[in-house]
């Protein structure tokens, strides 16, 4: 029996663990890293299944700093590979001003990303002539490559009262900056979109086919929390909004039925025999006790991920 049969699917994987990344390295080995309840450090796991991170140790590789920049609201992890070194793209804030939430990079001195070294590369640099990225509320960056280019893809609030969120994309020069001007590619449109507060965020990126499919969340972090997606030919200039094309409708919402709610802030992988998966939190619950914000409830959760045999379309479905 291989690993991958033992997965189970769409109910709680890892408890407690909001916005799931999984990275699968060129050795095979997995590792996972998320937001946790305390949203105060970061963490990894490591395991040469995915099934086996749900009960691999946890390794904390940097803590937030007591005061200024970096001491409040560490959000959303993502681990990455680039130019032979391990990089972690996160989101923080000011214990003195909560809500200033900026995007900032780390990078591993070593090679064993749990057990070497990690040093601030300080908050993601923009590029020359730009002077709006990053200066209000900014999170969830996710980084994906294409025809040998790499991408930085983003979430930043606009406005001063009620802000909106929306999603940016740009060229990166190094890991930890940025060569091209922000682009919008997406603003919350729709109604789905519109629940609570105005939201685009949690991006992630999957190919297929000859496509680039975008998905990304939106609305308020309850039982409205749904996911939309974003699609692009990777021949096209993704630099052009006009390349992308936005689904009118979620491509997947809560099922009160399974106990499902709120999905979203998702990331992709494979499962060891090569089939596309999903990672994605959510809650059992419908009511929220509390600030949804500080209820530790988000689960991380897979999916198996099937493919549209005509056109090439992810489906995400909870029968998959």
Known sequence: MSESTKLKFNEPWIPQRADP????????????TASVPAYDGIVLRRCETLAGLANAPETEIWHKH????????????????????????????????IWEIRPYVLECQGQDPLADPWVEKGKMK?????????EAFSLDATVFENKGRRYYVWAEKVSVYPQISNLYIAEMETPCSLKTVQVLLTTPDYDWERVGFWVDEGPAVIHN?????????ASETGPAYCMGMLTAD?????????????????VLTSDP??????????????????NPIMVYHARTEEKIIGNPLYNPNRHAMLMRLKFD????????????
Do not use: C, Q
């Open 209 to 217: 086919a000859g496509k680039i499919y975008l998905t990304y969340s």
């Open 126 to 134: 923009r590029a020359d002539g730009d002077v709006f990225s990053f």
């Open 21 to 32: 990344y999984v990275y699968r390295h060129t050795d095979g080995m997995y590792y996972f």
């Open 257 to 274: 039925s399974r106990g499902i709610y709120g999905p979203g802030h998702n990331s992709f992988t494979v499962d060891e025999d090569g």
């Open 309 to 320: 045999p005509e056109s090439g379309r992810p489906i995400f479905s909870y029968d998959a």
């Open 234 to 250: 990777e021949d096209s200039d993704l630099l052009d909004p006009r390349s992308w094309t936005k689904e009118r409708y979620p």
């Open 66 to 97: 007591e005061r200024g920049i970096m001491s409040k609201h560490i959000w959303a992890p993502e681990l990455h590979y680039l130019d032979g070194k391990w990089y972690v793209y996160y989101s923080g804030g000011d214990v003195d001003d």
